[in-house]
């Protein structure tokens, strides 16, 4: 039951009631209501949340975020994401708000946070990253109670959009970056060839196992992603980047034939090393002794071939690019580009590939052009110019 009392601040309401996780007896009281009634209405709206399971107990938001991150993200999404979260919370998140408590995080106060972030230089997609680190974790305490509203909710994103330019490999540079790797060493050769055919993720491709390849179908299944960082083989293979990652995909016969001779050479070393070969790892993409090939090893080895092929120093993700534009200039839509690299939606992959497909477009109206030239203009309507 509450009790009220009138000061020349106006009238507070006092009540006790027991704290639903501590189980202990608190006071709350709240002065400054301008009539009695509007105090009783304040107090009772208070009860009501004490009975809905509303927390008063309040929390530094830095608390309350890592404990939002080990209790109810980790296992439940990509170890890169909860990677992502933290470097949010730590390099950007905490250094704004510091010491706040939980529930002073105000809407205005956020809105100024994320404007600092874009006055900063940050691209609009670095903020929407950082926000929404932030909204999810919000979100999750107004369903525990903790707070009554996300703050996050209606907040404008400011920074400029920063396009990047897709790098990829030229179609008349391929043979030459492929000959050039088969020289540096085998395994990378393989690796880096069935990125170009496949448009798989390094990670995926890492992934791959021998139960994922269907030789006789030409097919390969992809559903796992290989985490790089793992400290022993159980946290090694973890889920594709989105649902849409898991895809089925049809190979050429080339990497089939490829992949044939890939099986029968990996073979010789399981025999030759005997116990010491990785067989419980099963994997298509591995060093000599089927251990799963070091992110480490593929970037250096990647960008040592490039040199040696007097190539741009590109990113390993530009086989993925790579892969892709060969797709669109072979003629396929985009659609079929978007299924084959396991694309969230229609709208990524038209994004990404948008000018690759414009200068496409034009390159094909040239050769169409070209090989009408003479049926058009010996039409009848040109016979009298």
Known sequence: MASFKKHNTGWEYRLKYKDPITKKFREKSQRGFSSKPEARKA???????????????????????????????????RKNTIELHKNNVKNHIIPYFQNIMLSDVKPIMYQKFLNELAGKGYSRRTVQIVNTTMYNAMEKAVTLGKLEKNPCNGVEIRGEKKKKSVQFIESDDIPKFLKTSYQYGYI?????????????????????KWTDVNLKERIIRIDETLDFQAKDKSELFGDTKTHKSERTIRISQS?????????????????????AYHHDLNLVLCRNDGNFMPKSSLFNAYSRILKRADLPTLPIHSLRHTHAVILLESGADMKYVQERLGHGSYKITADVYSHISKKLEETNMDKFEKFTNHILNNSGANQGH
């Open 188 to 208: 990378y050769w393989i690796f880096f060839k069935l990125l170009i055919e496949t448009g798989m993720r390094k990670g995926e491709a890492a992934a791959l």
């Open 43 to 77: 107090a009772e709206e208070f009860e009501r949340k004490l009975a809905q399971g509303y927390e008063q107990t309040d929390i530094k938001l830095a608390d309350y975020l890592t404990i939002w991150i080990n209790d109810y993200k980790k296992g439940t999404v």
């Open 255 to 275: 990497l089939t034939n490829d992949l044939k001779y890939h099986m029968n050479w990996q073979n010789q070393n399981k025999l030759t090393l005997n116990e």
